[in-house]
């Protein structure tokens, strides 16, 4: 071993290489660049940049591809999984994602999501739940908690009229085809950790042949909530978290077809 | 012999064609039928969705991803399929849709019928857009022109629909088609532009949002020019006995096949008559019909329905031709004796 490398500093964080050098444009508070980041991470981890396809759905997460420095199609509201399906049947040995929000996934998206996962497509869906359509301005999400107030439930959801908010994760765990599916939360340094990890399983079980993997990222969206950043972040923990708990909810040792 | 429809089905792997995303619908369920039998025996891939939507939004993934894909279906089915039709124009994909009619509006009936021209041939789903829309008359023609869509449609990145209905579809009649060649023995062109993952190369982006000032504009504007060349270069049709006629009638599609046995009863009896057949739906025939309405001023034109393609035939006459319109909406046929009144009455 020469001086020099012994003298050199070992690196032991940085900007991921597949999140290009840009700033994000998210809001102050917003989890999306904490996601984004994540997934940048585990592409880098696992070598597969280069064989990586991404789906952005509609919402704020569209700008992925601004960010995110692999191949990217973009998909109308709801459908990603459908897109992703065509993607990777056509390159099955690429890996696979998509990355939608409540509105789009768990409303307009909901059929194409049960039946992919279903289908065990060997994809992984990235599903970040705010509990409000963000871009188009804050109007009320199938996950939309109980008695919160948005731009279309002026008086706070009701469940008489308005029904509860959708359970994805506990949903999707009960199908055959799904071979991992967490919910993680990112409103604190330990959750974000924890984030990082399902995130990079939900993708080694892809590569592994496993079946369809799926993350639900409760994620704070703090100008549509009308909050600052940091009481946004305990709105996660006081009010999601309870109802959306946190978790791996299933995990497959061996492939769905074995 | 074959069926028309499972001429549509061979058509595509002929062309190369190796996924097929569908969802069941009468009266095109011959196409998935035959297509979930025969793919797998080619490496293909049959899928059969959970819905229209699915299944062309699937056809958009695996078209993005590079591949020669079709899907296939009728009326409440194509109207479902227009939002993916819509994200294919403007995400500049390729993709061939088979559509075999069915009487609408709404659920109607599974009876042959003309009535989705003007939705074939206007776009069909939001936006300043067209779809390549090719219009057989024959199972012969159901093979070879679902061939031609799968050209055209990778040559102008584009959907492309092939539009029959439930005659055609159903009627059985000899066809030429040949061995079927082996994937690497056909002719695709590079798609360079597919998404394949970014190695050796810069990550690419396939998407039809445009937000930028003044983007929109110009991607409408590129995607015109587009329709431009493909009028240009790719509009089809035929004439038939038009030489010496002093009546042209125009049809398409299986309505045409009715309309050559009345103008062969109308030749018996000594009238000129002759058929001009638009092949090419859109890209319309327009210049093809206004040379011909040049030297033969009186125009018939029949259709399956209550009158979609006459007013193309009457933006692309000639201003002296006078054009008369016979329909039979709703499932009604026109008879070789029908169009044979039809003809006198105009002569």
């Known amino acids: 071993m020469t001086t020099e490398a012994k003298d050199k500093p070992k690196k032991v964080y940085g900007r991921p290489e597949s999140l290009k050098d840009v700033g994000f444009h998210f809001c102050p508070g917003c989890n999306h660049g904490n996601v984004h980041k994540m997934v940048a991470e585990a592409i880098d981890e696992f070598g597969v940049r280069e064989k990586t396809i991404g789906v952005a759905g509609v919402g704020c997460g569209v700008f992925l591809y601004n960010y995110i420095d692999i191949d990217v199609l973009e998909a109308p509201h709801g459908r990603a999984c459908a897109e992703a399906t065509g993607v990777s049947r056509v390159h099955p040995d690429h890996v696979v994602f998509t990355y939608q929000g409540d509105g789009d996934l768990a409303a307009i998206g909901i059929a194409e999501t049960i039946h992919a996962a279903n289908r065990g497509e060997h994809i992984t869906v990235l599903f970040v739940n705010n509990t409000v359509y963000g871009m188009t301005g804050g109007q009320m999400a199938p996950t939309t908690l109980l008695g919160q107030k948005t731009t279309t439930s002026p008086y706070g959801r009701e469940f008489m009229g308005e029904g509860y908010p959708i359970k994805m994760a506990e949903m999707l765990a009960t199908l055959e085809g799904t071979a991992f599916v967490a919910r993680v939360a990112c409103n604190t340094p330990k959750n974000i950790m924890a984030a990082k990890r399902a995130i990079k399983k939900a993708f080694k079980m892809q590569i592994d042949k496993m079946g369809f993997t799926f993350v639900e990222i409760l994620s704070a969206c703090p100008t549509n909530w009308g909050m600052d950043a940091v009481t946004a972040n305990k709105r996660v923990e006081e009010e999601m978290i309870p109802y959306f708990p946190l978790g791996i909810l299933k995990e497959r040792t061996t492939a769905d077809y074995l | 012999m074959m069926k028309g429809a499972e001429a549509i089905a061979e058509g595509a792997i002929h062309a190369g064609c190796r996924f097929y995303f569908g969802y069941p619908i009468t009266p095109q369920n011959d196409i998935p039928e035959y297509l979930s039998r025969e793919l797998p025996k080619v490496g293909g891939t049959f899928l059969q969705a959970e ?229 090419s739906i859109y890209p319309f025939p327009e210049e093809a019909v206004r040379k011909a309405s040049e030297a033969i001023n009186k125009v018939l034109v029949i259709e399956m329905n209550t009158g979609q393609m006459v007013k193309d035939v009457k933006v692309s006459v000639d201003r002296a031709a006078d054009v008369h319109f016979y329909g039979r909406p709703g499932g009604g046929l026109p008879t070789p004796d029908d169009i044979l009144a039809e003809i006198k009455k105009v002569y």
Request: hydrophobic fraction near 40%; glycine fraction near 12%.
């Open chain 2, 51 to 279: 819905s229209e939507v699915a299944s062309i939004n699937m056809l958009l993934g695996a078209s993005a991803a590079g591949a020669r894909v079709m899907t296939s279906s009728s009326g409440p089915g194509i109207s479902l399929k227009q939002e993916g039709i819509s994200y294919l124009a403007g995400s500049e994909l390729p993709g061939v849709i088979a559509y075999v009619s069915r009487i609408g509006p709404g659920l109607g009936g599974i009876a042959a019928t003309q009535g989705d021209y003007k939705q074939v041939t206007a776009g069909g789903g939001h936006g300043d857009y067209y779809t390549i829309a090719l219009a057989p008359s024959s199972v012969q023609e159901m093979f070879s022109l679902t061939k031609l869509a799968f050209d055209l449609s990778d040559k102008y990145r584009n959907p492309a629909i092939v539009l029959a209905d439930a005659i055609l579809g159903q009627m059985k009649e000899p066809v030429e088609i040949g061995e079927r060649p082996a994937l690497e023995d056909i002719e695709m062109p590079e798609k360079p532009w597919a998404l394949t993952g970014a190695e050796g190369r810069d990550a690419q982006l396939v998407k039809s949002l445009f937000l930028g000032d003044g983007e929109m504009e110009v991607q409408n504007w590129k995607l015109y020019d587009k329709y431009e060349k493909l009028k240009k270069e790719d509009t089809y049709y035929e004439e038939l006995q038009l030489e010496d006629a002093r009546l042209m009638i125009v049809s398409f599609g299986s309505c045409s096949r009715m309309v050559l046995s009345g103008i062969e009863m109308a030749r018996a009896e000594g009238l000129k008559v002759g058929l001009l057949r638009p092949i």
